[in-house]
């Protein structure tokens, strides 16, 4: 079945450092991916996306690439802020069901 | 992005009651709304799914006489945990879709049971 995987947490960076949170995925066919952002107290607010093999999605500076050949869709950004803090999850779609399968989370703390 | 509106944020119940979370989608028309659990923590575990005018598919191991779920609108979906108890104590959020697009998420309602 459809599955996510995401580096454990929780991951602790000083501000304006490099930030990579690896997920990788297993899937039928060819799903879209997601990652949500999740701040203390709320719900999840969908941070970027990509719909194909070789998309690029970005927003806030952050971004991810649909690897469809290592089945992977790692999140960057190249420095981050204090604002940044949050748990970020990883998601993939059914196309079928339109089902989100998530991955279990990473936090990541950005120090001053 | 479209607006999905939960309600309540939060709400501390006896144990023995029920509780009811409205999920509704303000400015679009859901034709399917998602139910998660949150553990602390932990991932979002897919409840159940509902579309509107049927009855909602639940995921294995969720008791469906526990955990009622209505959708009778498509803009209206409901979540109701009968005779709470503190093991029901979590994080609910909803999510609503309609085809083609992806899901928009309520901001989710803390449950407290005691």
């Known amino acids: 079945g459809n599955s996510v995987t995401q580096m454990e947490g929780p991951v602790t960076l000083s501000e304006e450092a490099f930030l990579t949170i690896n997920c990788t995925y297993t899937a039928t066919g060819y799903p879209s991916l997601f990652w949500y952002v999740q701040y203390p107290g709320e719900g999840l607010q969908l941070l970027l996306k990509?719909?194909?093999?070789?998309d690029k999605g970005s927003n806030k500076g952050f971004e991810a690439t649909y690897r469809k050949e290592t089945t992977s869709f790692h999140l960057e950004k190249g420095s981050v802020q204090v604002s940044d803090s949050a748990v970020y999850f990883c998601a993939l779609s059914d196309r079928d069901t339109g089902k989100l399968i998530f991955g279990q989370g990473t936090t990541l703390q950005v120090k001053p | 992005g479209a607006v999905v509106s939960q309600h309540p944020s939060w709400v501390i119940c006896k144990s023995g009651t029920s509780v009811k979370i409205e999920c509704r989608s303000l400015?679009?028309?859901?034709?399917?709304m998602f139910w998660y659990r949150q553990f602390p923590k932990q991932s979002l575990m897919l409840m159940a799914t509902s579309n509107e005018g049927s009855k909602a598919t639940y995921e294995q191991g969720v008791e469906k006489d526990k955990f009622l779920i209505n959708h009778a609108s498509l803009t209206l979906s409901t979540l109701t945990v009968t005779s709470a108890h503190p093991e029901d104590s979590s994080f609910y959020i909803c999510?609503?879709?309609?085809?083609?697009?992806?899901?928009?998420f309520g901001q989710g309602t803390r449950l407290t049971v005691v």
């Open positions: 999510s609503a879709a309609r085809l083609d697009t992806e899901a928009f």
């Open positions: 990509a719909t194909k093999a070789d």
């Open positions: 400015d679009f028309q859901a034709t399917t």
